[in-house]
Structure formats: C-alpha cells, structure tokens
C-alpha cells in the first residue's frame, strides 16, 4: 500500500520534470554508514539534497543510531528550508 503509493508520487513527479531523491531506510542507512566510514558523510549530503523533491519510504525505521537521526533530520530541514517537496 505505503510504498505503492510512494512509487506512484515518484513517476508523477518524475513525469513533470522534477528530479526525484527515492530512498527507503535500509539503503539510506546502508549508504550513510558507509559514509562514515569513508569520511565522505558531506559528499553524500549534498548528493541526496540535490533533488527537487525527496521521497522516503519505510522512514520509522530509521530510528536505530541517532547520527543517522540527525541526518536525515538535517536531510528533510534543507528540503523544507529550500522550499521543495
């Protein structure tokens, strides 16, 4: 149901010429984890806040690891302070 819906937002979005950042979160944790470990936490900041609308799916279960709490939290307060979806 969820992530159908979600999917769906995705190819409407799309389909109006707006690049669209779709993580679920297994993949953005995998991804920030790596990151970290990488020192490249910036690179990948600034890779998923360049889209003109972020959609995540399965979002309350990113609650493990508090770093990754703040960055997601910071992820969604650029996208509302920019004034995208």
């Known amino acids: 149901g969820k992530t159908h819906l979600l999917r769906a937002c995705e190819q409407v979005l799309s389909t109006r010429g707006l690049r ?3 993580r679920d979160a297994e993949r953005l944790t995998q991804e920030f ?4 470990a990488e020192a490249r936490s910036d690179e990948l900041f600034e890779a998923l806040s360049g889209g003109e ?4 799916d399965e979002v309350h279960r990113i609650g493990q690891r508090r770093a990754t709490r703040e960055f997601v939290g910071r992820l969604l307060l650029r996208y509302v302070e920019s004034g995208r979806l």
């Open 53 to 56: 609308a972020l959609l995540l």
């Open 20 to 22: 669209v950042v779709v």
């Open 33 to 36: 984890t790596s990151a970290i």
